[in-house]
């Protein structure tokens, strides 16, 4: 049994009916500020009632209103919960929220109605709000809610409310049930009773003076009738009172040499106790029902908001890779919502659920884009820290290469200059630049449009992350080409593309720009000569600014600086096409040069850009995916 979908309307961000879909196991929802995360994890914590922090009450923020003058909040917000893959077990016990196909579903409405501080909540299971209800069904379902700043020492330490507390109940729960019936004692009471027992009786230590010494003071202060006898106790010998007293201390990489030194709580990082918190949360929900006995919960779920509090990076992974195997092993649906591109390259995409920051929000479950498996297992490989940020970017730019993740956000600057009112940058507006690291945009682009895959029958048919998504792409044409000459003898040529001597790419990429095209939410731009450095050579007069670029890098003096010098001064604007592709081509010829390196070269361009120095001309295909990934429109001005 698992929660398979969440529908809410009315609630907090979500007006319209908004609906999300979850796995058996982990669930990992990733989005931008503001897209709904938490409103998701509050519209399930209305349902249930959490073992950590009880029933979640219903507030006037929970009631959706719009961000616009004289607005008001919604009559009424409903939720409701599906499950699916009932057990024979599970479709009895929650009988009376099944329908006839086996599939059970809990319903929440509230009106915003507030009476005497709270407000009218009905609940019911199935499709019949008169359906009969036992509340107590709820109590089959075990909640646990890990809110995203946790204050773990105070969940640590001892009392009633502690962690370790709740963990040595849970697991003494039925044994402590028999022995209360058959009216004995837990060895761990009896234990207690002795050693209470030997303190008092004891001439050590001091306690049996102690305690003589005040029964005498009573007596003298109050008089015989009134005195009273006293004892001096280690600790309450109820096994509740026992486990409550306990303190979990703590100290990392203990080896056999320091096994009596401990440190407490309080000397720990917030990310030791961090972890120390959700470990005893897991150990709770790992604990499993006795054959043959009634189970106290069919359905474990536990809800964590930014798991990565306070931990550095290794310490992310391996606690996200701790809860997967619980979730896997032990039947825990797990639903965490994160910030980190460090958790989200590390899980499964089909674990990730895309929450989109739009009107109205989307959520997209990652396993429903229908990906062939080579396309799932190659993102998987490379979704890495720095690609996962475009999970959580309002718009992407895919790229092939590092100078184009380096150059391609300056010359955004001067296409969104007047465009957005205070926002004139790719981070202002949440666009991402993505270096793919080659020509794999097949295999990234299919979370934002279907394409046909050459090695199934069927074309791909699944949902799409609803954001736009920009590839830029080279042409690629041949390096050279053989042509015959007025004697009929073969000569070879470098092809050196311009205006009036244009050229067919090589890229195999090429090929998916008009199935691409197909889609609201992505497009694959094209150069129009050749590479990104001989296009930006072919734009306005940028040939003197790249030309200096490379005079200034290149190691030692000689041929190459006398051939760059006289691209340096003059009006390339002017210049024919032919002449201009004679000096890009010379441009490119150095930049792929070992000597310098797109990289370096790429970088010191930017850094003349970022510093105003230069100024440089934005060839078309760059400025159209820019617009389309801002979602701007040219200015013809």
């Not at 044994?175 to 058959?182: H, W, Y």
């Not at 460090?342 to 929450?355: T, Y």
């Not at 041929?559 to 006289?566: E, T």
């Not at 010829?589 to 930017?606: C, H, M, P, S, T």
């Amino acid at each position: 049994m698992h929660l398979n979908k969440l529908v809410t309307k009315g609630f907090r961000c979500f007006d319209d009916a908004f609906t999300v879909e979850f796995n058996a196991g982990l669930n990992v929802i990733v989005g931008e500020n503001g897209a709904g995360k938490t409103a998701i994890i509050s519209a399930i914590r209305q349902l249930f009632i959490d073992s950590e922090s009880g029933r979640y009450a219903v507030s006037e923020i929970d009631f959706h209103r719009a961000f616009k003058k004289e607005s008001v909040a919604s009559d009424e917000f409903t939720i409701k919960a599906h499950f699916d893959e009932l057990d024979g077990d599970e479709k009895v016990a929650f009988l009376h929220w099944c329908d006839e196909k086996g599939k059970a579903s809990l319903n929440l409405q509230v009106e915003n109605k507030e009476i005497r501080g709270r407000y009218k909540r009905a609940l019911w299971g199935g499709k019949s709000r008169t359906t009969a209800f036992e509340p107590e069904t709820i109590d089959l379902i075990h909640c646990i809610y890990l809110p995203p700043l946790r204050d773990a020492e105070s969940k640590l330490i001892n009392g009633r409310q502690s962690r370790l507390s709740k963990l040595l109940k849970a697991l003494s729960k039925r044994e402590i049930d028999k022995l209360r019936k058959s009216k004995k004692q837990h060895p761990l009471e009896k234990k207690i009773i002795e050693f209470n027992q030997e303190l008092a009786d004891s001439d050590d230590f001091g306690i049996k003076e102690a305690n003589k010494l005040i029964v005498d003071s009573l007596k003298k202060s109050i008089g015989e009738s009134f005195g009273q006898n006293t004892l001096i106790q280690f600790a309450e010998s109820d096994y509740t009172r026992i486990v409550e007293g306990l303190r979990l201390l703590f100290f990392p990489d203990l080896t056999e040499q320091e096994n009596s030194t401990f440190r407490s709580l309080q000397e720990n990082s917030l990310g030791y106790n961090n972890l120390l918190y959700i470990a005893s949360i897991l150990a709770e929900l790992t604990i499993d029902d006795v054959a043959g006995e009634i189970k106290e919960s069919y359905f474990k779920l536990l809800l964590i908001e930014e798991p990565e509090a306070h931990l550095h990076p290794q310490l992310q992974v391996r606690l996200l890779k701790y809860i997967s195997d619980v979730a896997t092993r032990k039947s825990v649906q797990v639903i965490v919502t994160t910030h980190s591109t460090v958790l989200a390259s590390s899980v499964d995409i089909d674990s990730i659920i895309h929450l989109s920051n739009s009107q109205p929000p989307i959520a997209t479950p990652l396993r429903n884009c229908d990906l062939p498996d080579n396309s799932k297992q190659f993102i998987n490989r490379w979704l890495d820290v720095t690609k996962s940020n475009l999970l959580f970017a309002s718009g992407l730019i895919l790229v092939e290469g590092i100078a184009e993740q380096m150059l391609i956000p300056l010359l955004a600057k001067s296409i969104l200059k007047d465009q957005i009112k205070g926002r004139c940058s790719l981070e202002d507006v949440g666009v991402s630049v993505i270096n793919l690291n080659g020509i794999y945009f097949k295999h990234f682009m299919r979370l934002y449009c279907n394409l046909t895959d050459q090695d199934k029958e069927e074309d791909q048919a699944g949902v799409n992350i609803p954001i736009r998504c920009a590839g830029l792409t080279d042409l690629d044409p041949a390096k050279r080409k053989t042509e015959k000459d007025a004697k009929g003898e073969e000569i070879t040529t470098t092809i050196k593309p311009h205006d009036g001597d244009m050229h067919d790419g090589t890229n195999h990429a090429l090929k998916l720009v008009d199935t691409i095209s197909k889609s609201d939410f992505s497009r694959l731009f094209v150069c129009e000569y050749k590479t990104l450095e001989y296009d930006l050579a072919m734009q306005g007069n940028n040939i003197p600014v790249m030309a200096q670029v490379l005079y200034d890098l290149w190691p030692k003096e000689g041929k190459v600086k006398r051939s760059l010098k006289p691209l340096i001064k003059g009006d390339w604007t002017c210049k024919s096409p032919k002449e201009k592709s004679e000096a890009a081509h010379l441009i490119l010829k150095r930049v792929d040069d070992d000597e310098i390196g797109k990289g370096q070269f790429a970088q010191v361009l930017a850094d003349k850009i970022a510093c105003s120095k230069v100024i440089i001309d934005v060839p078309e295909y760059i400025a159209e995916a820019i617009h389309w990934a801002c979602s701007t429109v040219a200015n013809d001005d």
